[in-house]
């Protein structure tokens, strides 16, 4: 069996490779790939402990995940449109209105 | 069984409550809240004649409501060693009486208010009846307060709502001017009185007025050697007291104007009429005289202070009369009365006439508010001229306000048989008695007496000048025409200050050895009701004094006090009929030669009080400072910091998704460092 | 409503680049990686158990488990997600719905199709009325 560190590991790095699209990348749909990226990291984890701790859970909840993946990119690509429409652009940090 | 004092809060509150529906609907509702004020008075007035009407059937009532500080040994090593700060009433023969007369006379300024503002077209009026509703909520929470600390809150309490209502005018030059007079005056006076209250809890580690542990009783048993009572330096117990006492006692003459601080009341006068009625008969001024009253078994164990409360009276009396003499408003002569008056009360409280103080205190309100209502009809009837020389023959025109005028103009002269005979005479003939054997108490004395004749003369010269003769202008010839609302309270307060002298004619009792007609004694003496510590006879026990009598006896020294003061009276007013009940009176004023120039200006005592306030100024200028500087900074730079810090932190929001992405990661990041260097996750 | 002239000019294809705001922001996911590396390389983990494939075997095992059929050798390790299931199901309709609700739009008052018009920054000629 392989040591759960291994896999938290790569979930971490799957993760944090996520989560470096998401703060450097500008167009939204990098954005919408980052955060897939970010979900199946998660995935890893629940498969991972749910191996080792022998729980049939964990593997129920990644196909959760991936069915809940599903939705947001739908709707992540609904306001991707709005965003261009209204802005011209796909560029996340030109809307700026939710501010103070 | 429904229990009186049940509602006793409820006194105090539902003027309170007007108070706030004033303020807060009283643009809503009808004659800018009067009828609130109206109802809510008469409603405190019918449960304190409820209290007093228990109280007679045999009952006191004592009971902490809340305790708002409770400590234990944080007085470190200084005085004792637990102090508890509570609110609470105290229901006593003094408290019940002195509730029904101030919301008797309360009411009635309410329904004469109805005259004087609403009917004149006055502005502002909830801000009018808001101001009567806190002035009547304060003096009610004066009266039942059961320590000394509350009693103090209330006082301050009354002393801004005088503020407030003298300065209602605001926008006229002078009441704003007199309203802070009024206030920083009195304020000069509650200094003491605050120190004295601190006094008050270092030494005795409570401020109870009532029951086995209050402060008198403790004062009593350290006088006796039974109680240890803390003294700063070493002192004497006995001096240490006096000093206590005469403290207590600055708050106590600034708001009852005893000299030297009487200077606030004459220009309080700016004030509305029927709030001078309320300030000068059943209020502000009262809660002075109330306050030694209140504690007076502390008063009657340090002989130095009756002394000095004495002589203080009785030079009040005599000092304030004189500049009565020659003022030329109506207000202005009823004002040097007022203190005056307060100063006869506190001779009767020097000199150990308790109950005569009291009586006093119950004519007075009365007769005052009678005359201040009376005066404030004339106003009316006038169109707002004060100055008696502009009047004169009214007394056709306003028969009402003319014989309960005269009615309250007798008691205040002490004539025979109205109510203020029977008072100021009880208390000339305690100053006698008692002061047979004390020089300082028999000084006091003769200056009560030949006050006596210059009331009567000012009181008449007033009467005569604004109702008889000849009308002297034109509006006196055709005036206003003044309403039931006026006539109303006038009529009810003419019948109390004819007939209120009934309930204590202790000359009578005396001369024709009729027993039990002394009723206020009674009262007072716990005879119906209330504690054993706060009784007459007990504070009798306590006092100083030992009774001497002239010509033989009793009997003589009652008849001959009293035929002595009635025969000044009459002088007075006779002196005053001469002079001032002809068709055009003249002034009279120069026969007095500088001594009229004195007088006019009050013997220059506010000049003087000025001049002592330059003085000070420097000491002023500083404390502005250091408040304008460093108090004032630190408020400034905090509000500042504030401002500024969050004008940068509001920043962070950019609105851009990716900055806050970023803030999220950093923040989880340091969660979990935190997390794991308290966790020890990283060992 | 559309094409705000302000973002227009800032808004080009070029800026969606890496480069003009670098990759400093980044930094703080290394950062994150780090710590939680730290955090995992320290931790424990307890016994394992494994998983044990009974009759059937562990895909099986889901199917039954996500229909709430007999969880067999699976029993003492987790539950019927039947529920789950069906909630997820919505959500997912829900979210398709969604995301056509967001791609059409109200134009001069008539509903616009979210294909063609979108991606040519505003209304193409002839489409959706008027």
Request: glycine share 12%; charged share 10%.
């Amino acid at each position: 069996m392989v040591a759960p560190e291994y896999y938290l590991l790569l979930a971490a790095a799957v993760f944090c490779i996520g989560l470096f699209g998401v703060l450097t990348r500008r167009n939204a749909l990098y954005f919408l790939m980052s955060v897939e990226l970010m979900l199946n990291a998660a995935n890893i984890n629940f498969v991972a402990f749910s191996s080792y701790y022998g729980d049939l859970t964990g593997q129920v909840f990644a196909l959760f995940v991936i069915a809940l993946a599903a939705a947001e990119v739908a709707i992540g690509i609904g306001i991707i449109l709005v965003l261009y429409r209204n802005f011209g652009v796909t560029d996340v940090t030109v809307p700026r209105e939710m501010r103070w | 069984m429904v229990d009186a004092f049940a509602y006793v809060p409820a006194i105090v509150v539902l003027p309170f409550v007007s108070f706030l529906v004033a303020l807060a609907f009283g643009k809503y509702l009808p004659k800018g809240g009067a009828f609130g004020g109206i109802a809510a008075t008469a409603g405190s007035f019918l449960l304190s004649l409820w209290v007093l009407a228990t109280v007679a059937g045999g009952g006191q009532h004592t009971e902490t409501l809340y305790t708002w500080v409770s400590t234990d040994g944080i007085a470190a090593g200084i005085g004792p060693q637990e102090i508890e700060l509570t609110f609470g009433v105290l229901i006593d023969p003094l408290s019940a009486l002195m509730l029904v007369i101030v919301t008797l006379i309360a009411t009635l300024v309410h329904v004469f208010s109805l005259g004087y503002m609403n009917d004149e077209g006055e502005r502002d009026l909830p801000r009018y009846y808001a101001g009567l509703g806190l002035f009547t909520a304060s003096m009610l929470g004066f009266v039942v307060a059961d320590n000394l600390l509350m009693a103090f809150m209330f006082f301050e309490l009354v002393g801004l709502c005088s503020y407030l209502l003298i300065g209602f005018h605001f926008r006229e030059p002078g009441p704003p001017s007199a309203a802070k007079k009024a206030f920083l005056v009195t304020r000069f006076g509650d200094y003491f009185f605050l120190i004295g209250v601190v006094a008050v809890f270092a030494t005795f580690g409570t401020a109870s007025f009532v029951g086995s542990e209050s402060f008198p009783v403790l004062a009593e048993h350290a006088l006796n050697g039974e109680f240890d009572a803390w003294t700063p330096f070493g002192l004497d117990v006995g001096t240490w007291f006096t000093a206590v006492g005469l403290l207590v006692l600055g708050g106590a003459i600034g708001k009852s104007a005893q000299f030297p601080l009487h200077t606030w009341l004459p220009d309080a006068m700016e004030g509305p009429t029927p709030v001078s009625a309320l300030i000068h008969a059943a209020t502000m001024v009262a809660a002075g005289v109330y306050l030694v009253a209140r504690m007076y078994g502390f008063y009657v164990l340090t002989p130095t202070t009756m002394a000095i409360i004495a002589f203080v009276g009785g030079f009040t009396a005599l000092f304030a009369a004189t500049m009565g003499l020659v003022k030329e408003e109506l207000k202005q002569v009823l004002a040097y009365s007022t203190i005056s008056q307060y100063g006869y009360m506190m001779l009767a409280l020097g000199a150990g006439g308790y109950v005569a103080a009291v009586f006093h205190l119950m004519t007075h309100a009365f007769f005052k508010a009678l005359l201040f209502l009376g005066a404030g009809a004339v106003i009316i009837a006038m169109h707002h001229e004060e100055n008696m020389w502009e009047m004169g023959g009214l007394k056709e025109k306003l028969p009402v306000t003319y014989w309960t005028f005269v009615a309250g103009s007798l008691a205040l002269a002490g004539i025979f048989p109205f109510a203020g005979f029977w008072s100021k005479d009880e208390i000339l003939y305690e100053a006698l008695v008692h002061g047979l054997n004390e020089p300082l108490l028999l000084g006091a004395w003769a200056m009560g007496l030949l006050a006596v004749p210059v009331t009567a003369f000012y009181t008449f010269r007033m009467v005569f000048l604004t109702f008889h003769g000849e009308p002297r202008t034109d509006t006196a010839r055709d005036p206003h025409p003044i309403r039931w609302n006026v006539k109303g309270p006038l009529t009810v307060l003419g019948v109390l200050a004819v007939v209120s002298g009934a309930v204590n004619m202790v000359p009578v009792q005396k001369v024709l050895g009729l027993e039990g007609i002394d009723f206020l004694h009674l009262w007072l003496d716990g005879h119906y009701g209330g504690f054993s510590e706060l009784t007459s006879h007990h504070y009798a026990d306590l006092g100083p004094y030992s009774s001497g009598y002239i010509a033989g006896g009793e009997i003589p020294t009652v008849l001959i006090g009293a035929g002595v003061s009635l025969a000044l009276a009459l002088g007075g007013l006779g002196l005053a009929w001469k002079l001032y009940n002809v068709p055009e009176p003249a002034e009279h004023t120069a026969a007095l030669g500088g001594i009229k120039t004195v007088l006019y200006n009050n013997y220059y005592q506010d000049e003087l009080q000025v001049r002592i306030a330059q003085v000070t100024a420097g000491v002023a200028s500083v404390a502005d400072t250091f408040d304008q500087g460093v108090i004032d900074g630190v408020v400034n730079g905090v509000s500042s910091v504030s401002l500024v810090s969050g004008d940068r932190i509001r920043r962070v929001q950019t609105g851009v998704v990716t900055h806050y992405a970023a803030l999220l990661t950093l923040g989880v990041t340091g969660l979990i460092l935190v997390l794991g260097v308290l966790g020890g996750w990283f060992l | 409503m559309s094409d705000n002239p302000d973002t227009r000019e800032r808004g080009g294809p070029d800026e969606y680049d890496v480069a003009d705001r670098g990759l400093v922001p980044g930094l703080a996911s290394l950062l994150l990686f780090g710590v939680l590396a730290v955090t995992i390389l320290n931790a424990d983990f307890g016994t394992p158990a494994g998983l044990e494939a009974g009759d059937y075997g562990i895909t099986h095992g889901i199917g039954f488990a996500l229909f709430n059929i007999d969880l067999g050798a699976f029993a003492g390790s987790t539950e019927g997600f039947l529920a789950a299931f069906f909630i997820v199901a919505i959500t997912l309709d829900v979210a398709i719905d969604g995301a056509l609700y967001l791609a059409k739009r109200e134009s001069d008052g008539s509903i616009v199709s979210a294909v063609g018009g979108a991606f040519s920054r505003g209304r193409k000629a002839g489409e959706g009325g008027d």
